[in-house]
């Protein structure tokens, strides 16, 4: 049965909204009567406060700078729609599929604290598009993440009220359409709602969800693939003796190398080293991958605080009811965490691509023949191996490094001096996924580098089957299908099939047997 995940107001992690993005889970609304009191209560409160004071921000008045610009009571009610409508210049590419639901989830749970005067009406028809998978069109490019993701999160409010387009069963329709195919109407966004909709960080913190839960992968992928580089190298495994550890103890940086001396058990025990000190792709390995794997409770810390947050503005106070006007659509721990992020991976590409460069190379790699090439005899000559994959993760590793520079130190103003200081979040959140994408590229160019080099020693018989402890060798037998390189071929699509393995989770890395 497919586990569900209800949105009840109390706190959802990473690996919820993961699930709900690729559809692991299935979703629905709280149906408790203490939560619908407490939503209902919250919109109640700006009706009230309309119909009291006549005088509300982003209900009454224009938005941002034009704070001060009065709205004639009998156009309020149009106001919203006209505020999905003008920030509707997004560009770029559209979000994924599962980027876009991670977005939705991370509103709607963000909207189910009972902060943001929004209706039950409004919330039920988020839910919907999770559940019948109505997903808007979203363009990447256009928030300065603060005042939040006004721009991209237009396209789900405008997509509420119909007017937008949205992917939904395959095809490219109106959101209208979709809503007709399931016996809905558009809904009429009341006051305030398109506001609660697009003035949050939604954006940028579904974006790193999702490159949390890859950047966690890659510390277990590069893990592996120290250990079968150090394997192909011949090298030494007394660099991960767990007292090393105990000195400088890290917890991250320790579990890396428990998890690389696990690996490399049954080969310490049965050959020498071939150097007393290995280079340092291989013998500080850990400490490359363990400050990441050290940094990761940090920044889920941080993002799952901004996942159960209300972080629109103005927000009502539940208990009092009243308007409170703040910041909270600033996304600045989303910004550093997806900047630090992009450091982190960046490091990890470029200790992975200097493992493969002493891989191919004969004056470093121990004995194995030049790229790598398994070909013999006269075709050694017009066989050349692995070179050109060599070649292309130094420009996969080049261009991640040169992606690390932090986009939260490019804070632009903008509408009119209002937005003086913004957080760049989302710009930091994309240029973490466009890291991590180049760094799982550079993964899975090392993949098939140290498959090559475990084949070639296993057939100079210079390692034997016995010296792959189980997760070595289960790791061999799921890869067993990539050709052995004996001739030159075309290796991009082998290359993109393993990348989109290590993006899903999917390499079968078996870490079950370490103590």
């Known amino acids: ?29 709280s149906q408790a009567p203490d939560f619908r009191t407490r939503i209902e209560h919250s919109a109640d409160t700006i009706a009230e406060t309309l119909q009291r004071d006549g005088f509300i921000y982003g209900v009454t008045t224009g938005y941002g700078d034009s704070c001060v610009t009065a709205v004639p009571l009998d156009l309020v009610a149009e106001l919203p729609l006209h505020l999905t409508r003008f920030h509707g210049c997004g560009m770029g590419e559209f979000l994924t599929p599962e980027q876009t639901r991670a977005v939705i989830a991370v509103r709607l749970a963000s909207l189910c604290q009972g902060w943001s005067g929004v209706s039950m009406d409004l919330l039920e028809r988020l839910a919907l598009m999770l559940r019948e998978d109505i997903l808007p069109l979203i363009p990447s490019e256009g928030s300065v993440g603060a005042s939040g993701d006004l721009t991209p999160l237009s396209y789900i409010a405008g997509a509420l009220a119909g007017e937008r387009k949205v992917l ?42 999702l490159a949390f839960t890859r950047a966690r992968y890659l510390t277990q992928v590069s893990s592996r693939l120290t250990s079968l580089a150090c394997l192909g190298l011949l090298g030494n495994p007394a660099h991960f003796d767990a007292r090393l550890f105990q000195a400088k103890p890290h917890p991250g940086q320790a579990a890396c190398a428990t998890r690389i001396a696990t690996d490399l058990q049954a080969f310490q025990v049965s050959h020498a080293p071939s150097r007393l000190q290995d280079r340092y792709s291989l013998r ?94 006269p075709r050694s000559a017009i066989n050349h191996g692995l070179k050109a994959v060599q070649i ?124």
Not at 188 to 193: G, N, Y
Not at 505 to 513: A, C, N, S, V
């Open 392 to 515: 292309a993760l130094s420009a996969w590793t080049a261009e991640a490094l040169k992606l690390t520079m932090p986009a939260s130190v490019f804070s632009r103003s903008t509408e009119c001096h209002n937005q003086d200081k913004v957080s760049m979040g989302t710009i930091a959140a994309r240029d973490a996924l466009r890291v991590l994408t180049l760094t799982e590229q550079v993964a899975a160019g090392l993949t098939l580098a140290c498959v090559q080099a475990w084949r070639l020693r296993l057939r100079a018989g210079e390692l034997k089957p016995a010296d792959l402890t189980p997760g070595l060798a289960a790791f061999i037998t799921h890869h067993e299908t990539l050709p052995f390189l004996n001739e030159d071929r075309p290796l991009d699509e082998i290359l993109h099939h393993l990348r989109t393995a290590i993006e899903a989770g999917t390499p079968q890395l078996h870490w079950r047997e370490t103590p």
């Open 1 to 29: 049965m497919i586990p569900t995940i209800t949105f009840t107001g109390t706190p959802l992690s990473i690996d919820d909204i993961a699930a709900i993005a690729q559809r692991r889970v299935r979703t629905m609304l």
């Open 168 to 209: 939904f069963r395959e095809k490219t329709v109106m959101a209208s359409e979709a809503f007709a195919t399931l016996g809905v109407q558009p809904i009429a966004l009341r006051p305030k709602e398109a506001l609660a909709v697009m003035n949050g960080t939604a954006v940028m913190t579904g974006l790193a969800v």
């Open 284 to 377: 500080c390995a850990p400490h490359v991958i363990g400050v990441l794997e050290d940094v990761l409770p940090l920044w889920r810390t941080q993002i799952e605080t901004e996942i159960n947050s209300a972080n629109d503005n103005p927000l009502i106070d539940p208990q009092t009811g009243d308007i409170l006007h703040g910041g909270n659509f600033y996304g600045g721990h989303i910004a550093f965490a997806m900047d630090g992020m992009k450091i982190l991976i960046a490091n990890i590409a470029d200790l992975m691509d200097r493992q493969m460069a002493l891989l191919v190379d004969t004056k470093f790699n121990n004995g194995l023949p030049a790229n790598l090439s398994g070909a013999t005899g």
